[in-house]
């Protein structure tokens, strides 16, 4: 199985700032990621597709990169509606597998 | 619009099964496949596999292999998810999910049920 390791586990920021989140596979997957957020007690909601794809809908202060092994999310400037779980998942090989999720919290 | 209810919570004995459905509206049911994640209590997202509700191909997880059926009825629009010998390990959140990409494949989930909890325990 793909291993998907997410960095940090947790983060602290303020309002407006920029947060970034990365998520290392474990082999080459290409751009075979995406990207959720959870908030508690609530079901993943897709973000992002394709390592880089904004899905419909999604303000546009969300964004990915990269490629092969090693990706970036990104929120540019953080809201208080941002307060959140977020998980990578890769899709090169099955089983799906996520990232261990960054927990997004407001300083 | 778009959604998928997922049936209720449900508490099961140590070695007994659980059949959890989550039926779709709002969208063609055979034209997207559909995804079946979980979540144990305080930790992350587990894939456990996907059903094509058109022809009712499966593929699971090696890790529950043997232990889970999916399968699907297209006169009711609905997806079920059945996990045997159950342990307490398996206590958690499940969730379907509608693939993104319609008559395809994308492995992104788009459209997610609300959960149903299982509790396994003595």
């Known amino acids: 199985d793909i291993q998907m390791t997410q960095s940090p586990s947790s983060l602290s920021a303020s309002v407006g700032d920029r947060v970034t989140i990365t998520c290392q596979a474990s082999?080459?997957?290409?751009?075979?990621l995406n990207w959720y957020q959870q908030k508690p007690g609530k079901a993943p909601k897709l973000l992002i597709y394709d390592a880089s794809n904004l899905e419909t809908g999604v303000p546009s202060r969300f964004s990915g990169s990269g490629s092969g092994t090693d990706f970036t999310f990104t929120i540019s400037s953080l809201q208080t509606e941002d307060i959140a779980t977020y998980y990578c998942q890769q899709y090169d090989n099955l089983p799906l597998t996520f990232g261990g999720g960054t927990k997004v919290e407001i300083k | 619009q778009v959604q998928l209810v997922q049936s209720g919570a449900e508490v099961k004995k140590p070695g007994a099964s659980v059949k959890v459905s989550c039926k779709a509206s709002g969208y063609t049911f055979t034209s997207y496949h559909m995804h079946w994640v979980r979540q144990a209590p305080g930790q992350g997202l587990e894939w456990m596999g996907i059903?094509?509700?058109?022809?009712?191909?499966?593929s699971y997880a090696q890790k529950f292999q043997g232990r889970v059926t999916m399968t699907r009825d297209t006169s009711t629009s609905t997806v079920y998810m059945e996990l045997s010998s159950l342990r307490s390990e398996d206590t958690a959140v499940y969730y379907c999910a509608r693939d993104r990409q319609q008559l395809g494949l994308s492995y992104g989930m788009d459209v997610w049920g609300q959960g149903t909890t299982v509790t396994v325990s003595s």
């Open positions: 059903i094509n509700p058109s022809g009712g191909s499966t």
């Open positions: 082999k080459d997957i290409s751009n075979y």
